[in-house]
């Protein structure tokens, strides 16, 4: 069974950083497109990055264009996300998850079979 869990978040100022990570269990991860979403209070979960498998591949919204970075270590299971520069409306549970297929680079929730439990980042102004 392919678990993921997520650690790292917290609350922080405007202006300052966290890095998110995500570790995998049970699952070939270095054959797994890996990518982040976040969820909102009273919003749809959305979009925020994405590594392909081999971590040649990354894509962003443009909301955090910039001052995200997607990494991942397949010798450790784990993908990464550096976020700097933070603004309170980055608020929100971020989940990280897996697309076992991986036959295109996802950005949609549907692109993706495994999920994290969400780790919560707040940012205060």
């Known amino acids: 069974q392919v678990q993921l869990v997520e650690s790292g978040g917290g609350l922080v100022q405007a202006g300052g950083s966290l890095r998110l990570s995500c570790l995998v269990s049970?699952?070939?991860?270095?054959?797994?497109?890996m990518g982040w979403f976040r969820q909102a209070p009273g919003k749809e979960r959305e979009f925020a990055a994405v590594?392909?498998?081999?971590?040649?591949?990354?894509y962003y919204a443009d909301s955090v264009k910039g001052r995200f970075a997607i990494s991942r270590d397949n010798a450790k299971n784990t993908v990464y996300l550096q976020m700097d520069s933070l603004k309170p409306e980055d608020t929100a549970v971020y989940y990280c998850?897996?697309?076992?297929?991986?036959?295109?680079?996802?950005?949609?929730?549907?692109?993706?079979?495994?999920w994290g439990q969400g780790t919560q980042v707040t940012v205060s102004s």
């Open positions: 998850a897996a697309d076992k297929t991986a036959w295109t680079i996802g950005r949609t929730s549907a692109a993706y079979d495994y």
């Open positions: 049970g699952g070939i991860f270095s054959t797994y497109n």
């Open positions: 590594i392909n498998w081999s971590g040649g591949n990354l």
